[in-house]
Structures are given as C-alpha cells and as structure tokens.
C-alpha cells in the first residue's frame, strides 16, 4: 500500500477520542471509566522482586548488627555479612551476595549509619577494593546480652579491712 503525503489522515470518530480521553489507564493499560488510573499492584511475596527486597534487607540487618557489635574501635570485613546472610538462606555461595552488600553499605555510609575504610582510613562509599565497615564514631555501642566465649569478669577487690590510717 503506498501512502499520498497530501492525502487528509484518517482521525478516529469523536466518540471514541472523546472516550479513550476519559478514561485513565495504568502502566498496565487497565482503565477506569472515572479518568483514575488504577493503582499499581504490589508485587507478590513470592516474585524476584519482593526476593531481592527481602534479601536487600537482611543484608542491611546484618551489616549493622555487626558493626553496632564491634563498635567504632573495630571493623568488620563485608564477606562476614555475606557470609552470614547465605547461611541463612541455607546456600554456600556467599561470594555471589558481595556485590549486593558492598552497594547496601554503600548506602548505609551516605545515609550516616556505618563507615566504609580503606587501608584503616576513612573511603568514599563507591571505593573500588578492599574495604572493610564501622560503627560511626557518635554511635554508642549497644550492651551485650550475654558475655562473649571465654569472658570472665573480674572479680571486685576485696576492701580493706584495716581502713584509713
């Protein structure tokens, strides 16, 4: 079919324009008849994207758990909370979870909540290499619930039985 540039183009009937017009649509192309556009439906519990919401926040969980631990005088290595998160989820491939938790710390340092060190200084959030991730400094450590393995507490000194001279 060949088409006459000076030919008039062919305009839908008013009737339709009018009602495509009214009506809304969604990223769906669902419309309603009031001109709303429906709202976009979550995505299921079950979907690669609720998985990688619920992974996204184990890992955040698991970084700031382990920095809050140690505290702004230690650091930890991010393959910990890799390490951590993949047993979790019963898998042995932490390695493939690195890139995820070096883009999640990323945005806990812009958001102030961890620090990202390079050779024991403090690094941009996008460092290339080798890192490793602390408490901030104005974040106080929270207490311990149960000694560490092997803590023993110290005993208090026995008062002086003779007193001040």
């Avoid at 996204?56 to 700031?64: G, P, R, T, V």
Wanted: hydrophobic residues 45%.
């Amino acid at each position: 079919m060949i088409l006459d540039a000076h030919a008039p183009t062919q305009s839908p009937a008013p009737e339709a324009a009018q009602s495509s017009a009214s009506m809304g649509s969604d990223a769906t192309g669902a419309a309603e008849p009031d001109g709303a556009a429906v709202a976009a439906t979550p995505p299921r519990p079950d979907s690669p994207a609720a998985a990688a919401r619920a992974r996204d926040a184990a890992i955040a969980d698991s970084i700031l758990r382990l920095v809050a631990v140690r505290g702004p005088e230690r650091s930890i290595c991010p393959s910990e909370a890799a390490r951590e998160v993949a047993a979790a989820e019963g898998r042995a491939d932490w390695h493939r979870l690195m890139g995820n938790v070096r883009r999640i710390a990323g945005r806990l340092q812009r958001e102030g909540r961890v620090e990202s060190l390079r050779k024991g200084r403090p690094a941009a959030a996008d460092v290339r290499g080798v890192i490793r991730l602390r408490a901030p400094a104005d974040v106080a450590r929270p207490a311990p619930s149960h000694p560490a393995p092997g803590f023993q507490a110290a005993e208090a000194a026995p008062a002086d039985p003779v007193g001040p001279a």
